[in-house]
Structure formats: structure tokens, C-alpha cells
């Protein structure tokens, strides 16, 4: 009865991660807020 809970749990955290990227994406907040963190270092110099 537990993995296919944890399989779940990883299916949904994986969309929501997904989902945040490409909001961020979508809004460049990684140029307003985000700017300087490793994780957005390869699109945070726009300007």
C-alpha cells in the first residue's frame, strides 16, 4: 500500500516542479527575484 502512494506523491511533485518552471519561465521572474541563483545562471542576463 505504500509505493504506490510514493509513486504518486513523485508523479504530482514532479508536475508541480514543471509547472513552476514554466510559470517562471512564462513571467522571467528569474530576472526580477531570482537573478544570481545557480539554478537560473544560464538565462538571468537578458539585458
Known amino acids: 500500500m505504500i509505493a504506490p502512494t510514493l509513486a504518486n ?4 511533485i514532479v508536475r508541480l516542479d514543471r509547472t513552476i518552471q514554466y510559470a517562471a519561465a512564462d513571467m522571467e521572474i ?11 545562471a544560464g538565462h538571468d542576463k537578458k539585458e
Do not use: D, E, M, Q
Not at 9 to 12: D, T
Open 9 to 12: 506523491n513523485s508523479a504530482v
Open 30 to 40: 528569474s530576472t526580477l527575484v531570482i537573478t544570481g541563483c545557480p539554478a537560473f
